[in-house]
């Protein structure tokens, strides 16, 4: 069984989008994962507060995971015919296609572990102010979920 | 250590912040009838042993300075950082060993509980003269206070000396470190100093030569420069350290010496008051460890205030400001 370059391109592309996304989560989840157990060891009551600050960087993951599925389910490797002699065009398209939420996700999954371990201190100080600071490391999603949503759109609107 | 190794210290040192006195708990303490009441509210604070027996003012205030050691160490945090915050203690233990020896008269208590250089080693090193058992820092110090003391038996130059090495040692390590904080807390520590050697210096009518003895260099001022301008009297040291950016202290001077003293403390602690903002690096946790430290010399200053009767009024003009 032979592969053309644009089906490598086309699956390194889909393998970047986890690999990449799923890093950053990785990161941003273990730094606010150890900002969490700091406030737990001395106050366990806060546990369900920082558990939801740190679980938002690991959203990242998820999207990259996503676009990946698509992209393996566009070019038939999760059913179908797999599109192994795919031209080189259309494979560095599916490539750049996936660029956005594999770039995206590592640089903003890092970026919002880091504010919510700032999050975190403020649930320490302030338990009731959680509200005010889960808004923080949210809006850093709003950029991870426009490169998604460009993924997906890019990835879904190739033609093979 | 980076940084970002320091968020699981971090965090807590956020939630321990809690705890700490604040400003509004020290008002309540001053409105508190004697010194019984006082320690009572602390007790009610968490200060003490839980479940201990009706302990003294100074055993509670020993055990929450242990508390606060036992925490860093618990935190694993470099340990060359708490060397350089307790050189004022390791340099107390050098002149009390110094004048023990010199003056054979014996004070109990005298020396801080220190890992290393006790009251007991530091005795022997004297005795013996083995300088060169003392780390770096203390050796040139230890050797001319120790001469100066059984030539003369003058305590204030043997205290000058040691201090002067206390404050350089300092300086010398925290540059070293290359930990922003420690180094700008060092540099404010060293510059209070000698504008507190500086003005009871003028007061005292002390010459130039005792002030260039006395005085260590900061990045605000040389010491040769600090020196110059208190020899002249008190309204040039005034002009000098106003036009250093220490307008306040004159103020506080003028004002008085209770004054001078609460700015000196104020000044310390509004250098560690940026690392309330801070979530990832070293400086939270020095900044707890010193107003940690704070509110326990606070607390002292209550207990003894309220044990010998201070009014309200005059207890408030010692008070200083607190971290949080």
């Known amino acids: 069984m032979s592969f053309s370059m644009g089906f490598v391109m086309a699956l390194l592309g889909a393998a970047l989008s986890t690999i990449l996304a799923g890093m950053g989560s990785a990161w941003g989840v273990g730094l606010a994962g150890q900002a969490a157990a700091g406030v737990v060891s001395e106050d366990p009551n806060q546990f369900a507060k920082v558990l939801i600050l740190q679980l938002l960087p690991g959203t990242q993951g998820i999207y990259g995971l996503l676009v990946t599925f698509i992209t393996l389910s566009k070019i038939g490797l999760l059913g179908g015919a797999a599109a192994t002699d795919m031209s080189l065009a259309t494979g560095l398209t599916i490539f750049a296609a996936c660029l956005p939420i594999a770039i995206v996700g590592l640089v903003s999954a890092y970026h919002q572990g880091r504010t919510s371990v700032a999050s975190i201190g403020i649930v320490a100080k302030k338990p009731d102010q959680f509200g005010k600071a889960m808004l923080f490391p949210a809006m850093v999603e709003t950029y991870a979920i426009l490169a998604l949503l460009i993924s997906i759109l890019a990835v879904s609107n190739i033609t093979l | ?324």
């Open chain 2, 1 to 324: 250590m980076k940084d970002m190794d320091y968020i699981f210290a971090v965090a807590r040192i956020r939630v321990l912040e809690k705890t700490l006195l604040s400003d509004a708990d020290i008002s309540q303490m001053i409105a508190l009838k004697d010194e019984q009441a006082v320690l009572a509210f602390l007790s009610d604070k968490g200060w003490g042993e839980s479940g201990g027996s009706a302990p003294s003012a100074e055993e509670i205030l020993a055990c929450e300075e242990e508390k606060n050691r036992a925490l860093m160490r618990e935190m694993k945090i470099d340990p060359k950082v708490f060397d350089i915050l307790s050189y004022p203690q390791l340099f107390h233990n050098l002149k009390a060993a110094i004048k023990e020896i010199c003056t054979s008269e014996t004070v109990p208590g005298i020396f801080y509980d220190l890992d290393r250089f006790g009251g007991k080693e530091l005795m022997e090193i004297l005795r013996e003269k083995e300088f060169g058992r003392l780390p770096e820092y203390m050796r040139k110090a230890a050797s001319d206070a120790y001469e100066v003391m059984l030539s003369t038996r003058d305590g204030q130059r043997c205290d000058i000396i040691v201090d002067r090495a206390c404050l350089e040692a300092m300086r010398g390590s925290a540059k070293k470190l290359k930990e922003p904080m420690v180094g700008s807390y060092v540099e404010s520590q060293v510059a209070v100093a000698d504008i507190r050697v500086a003005v009871r210096s003028v007061r005292t009518g002390k010459s130039l030569g005792f002030l260039k003895e006395a005085l260590a260099d900061c990045d605000a001022f040389t010491a040769s420069e600090l020196a110059q301008a208190a020899a002249k009297g008190e309204e040039a040291l005034y002009t000098f350290l106003e036009n250093r950016g220490f307008a306040e202290a004159v103020s506080a001077m003028k004002d008085s010496p209770s004054a001078f003293e609460r700015w000196c403390d104020n000044r310390l602690i509004e250098t560690i008051r940026p690392q309330k903002m801070n979530s990832v690096s070293l400086g939270p946790v020095v900044a707890y460890y010193l107003a940690r430290e704070n509110e326990i010399k606070m607390a002292r200053i209550l207990l003894t205030a309220k044990a010998n009767g201070f009014s309200e009024d005059s207890i408030r003009e010692r008070v200083r400001e607190m971290y949080v």
